[in-house]
């Protein structure tokens, strides 16, 4: 997977890392980070400079909704050719009449992370992390590094071991 990239492990390379990635890198010791052009962060982007299939990387979107005065949100994690079940299943699991995704920059500022790079590794602690079974069961799957020059490849399984993670059956469709 983006093996025309040198490949490093990333808790020996937080410089790599954005600042929120780089507190909780260690709950995943067998991620590694590799080096790209910014303006490639985008998945579809990334895949066709590299020839690589959308299948292989995951995208972490921010879902917020609100009940009376409470806001709620969380973060989903699913395949890139995927789509995460906003309206039905993360609606119900928010407990929110309705829900969409987070203003961009509410994402940013509240991830602490570059947009096109926010990744489930290094959220805020109060946010749950739902993470679709098909990026779970992924031998490797690339995923944002919290900066837009970077890039992070984790074993799907190893996920699981974020604060607040939750493997969520259907997520994504």
């Given at each position: ?46 895949c ?6 959308e ?49 961009m920059?509410?994402a940013?500022?509240e ?22 079974t ?40």
């Amino acid at each position: 997977m983006f093996d025309q990239l040198p490949h490093q492990p990333a808790a020996e390379h937080p410089e790599l890392l954005g600042e929120p990635v780089r507190r909780l890198i260690h709950l995943l010791p067998d991620a590694e980070v590799f080096v790209i052009d910014p303006a490639l962060s985008d998945t579809e982007a990334l895949c066709r400079a590299y020839g690589e299939d959308e299948s292989t990387c995951g995208n972490c979107v921010i879902v917020r909704g609100r009940r009376g005065e409470t806001e709620r949100t969380a973060a989903c994690l699913a395949l890139a050719t995927t789509r995460v079940d906003v309206n039905r299943l993360v609606r119900r699991r928010l407990d929110v009449r309705k829900c969409s995704f987070a203003p961009m920059d509410d994402a940013v500022a509240e991830s602490g992370m570059e947009y096109g790079a926010i990744t489930p590794v290094g959220l805020p602690p109060e946010w749950p992390i739902w993470i679709d079974t098909a990026v779970a069961r992924a031998e490797r799957v690339c995923i944002g590094a919290g900066t837009r020059s970077a890039k992070l490849i984790v074993p799907g399984r190893s996920l699981s071991a974020l604060p607040n993670a939750e493997i969520v059956d259907q997520l994504a469709h």
